[in-house]
Structures are given as C-alpha cells and as structure tokens.
C-alpha cells in the first residue's frame, strides 16, 4: 500500500512540475470568435484564425476537431516557434444548413495547460436557397385534377355505398 501511496505521489509532483513549466509554449489568439452574419447557403464559409505563439518553446498542434460534422479545421502541422504565427483555418458546411449556427473547434497542443483545450468558436446565420418552380412542375400543376371539400351530400352518397 506504501508503495502504490508513494508511486502515486510521484506521478502527482511530476505532472504538476511540467503544469508550472515557465517556458510553455502559449498559444494567443488576435481574436477566438468569428461572426460570419448571414451567408448563403451552398459555398462553405470559411475564417483563418491567427495565434502567435508567445511562450518560450515550439507550439506543437495536436489535434483541432470540430463539435459536428458541418465543421472542420485544417491547421499548421509543423511546430511553430515562439514569436512566430500560425493560423487554423476553419471551414463550416452552409449546404443543408439553413438557420443560426454555433459552433466550436477544440485544439489540443502542447501550449500551457491553464485549460484541458483550446476552444474557439464560430457563429453567423445561413441564408437558405430561394427555390424557384420549374416550368416542368408548372405544367403539372395545371394538368391535377382540383380536390373541392366534401358536402353533406357526398358524405351520404359514402355511407350508403358501404
């Protein structure tokens, strides 16, 4: 029991020594929200997020998943050093996605662990399709027999039949 107590300590010193680590990268963004406002429905939307890393070694992303599958992101798969800038692109899906929208891209790196992950966010409103009738369907409209509502003679003419 001793042994696992002080194996667990060590374990314990040892993850909150590299938590306090001074010269993590940090990874700071001119902005973590972009509103789109409205756009179209069909092309994707898309915004460059940009960070610099200003902590004191390489920022290395992991990982950056976006919370559907409307949303994806493409990011620097290279270590970025500090002082330096990187961006993450994020793309989100309009086509079938008529309405407000919120959404939220996780990045998991290597920067000062103060937070689990990075988070930033995207949000605006997709404008749907104007949908026209083609002549096609026009001409099959003219040609359907028009329904007119049942009268109490109708409703007779029914129940005798039966």
Request: glycine share 6%.
């Amino acid at each position: 029991m001793k042994y696992i107590l002080s194996l667990l300590f060590i374990v314990c010193t040892i993850g909150a020594i590299q938590a306090q680590n001074p010269n993590s990268p940090v990874m700071t963004f001119t902005s973590d929200t972009h509103d789109f406002g409205v756009v179209p429905e069909g092309p994707e939307a898309l915004y460059d997020f940009e960070f610099t890393n200003t902590g004191k070694e390489p920022l290395v992303i992991r990982n950056c998943q976006g919370s559907c599958a409307c949303t994806k992101a493409d990011w620097v798969r290279t270590p970025i050093a500090p002082g330096q800038k990187g961006k993450i692109t994020v793309k989100y899906k309009t086509e079938g996605y008529p309405g407000d929208f919120k959404k939220t891209v996780y990045i998991q790196s290597n920067a000062k662990p103060d937070r689990e992950r990075i988070e930033i966010y995207i949000r605006g409103s997709v404008k749907p399709k104007e949908t026209k009738a083609s002549e096609t369907d026009l001409k099959a409209n003219v040609n359907e027999p028009k329904i007119e509502p049942s009268t109490d003679e109708t409703k007779e003419l029914k129940d005798t039949k039966k």
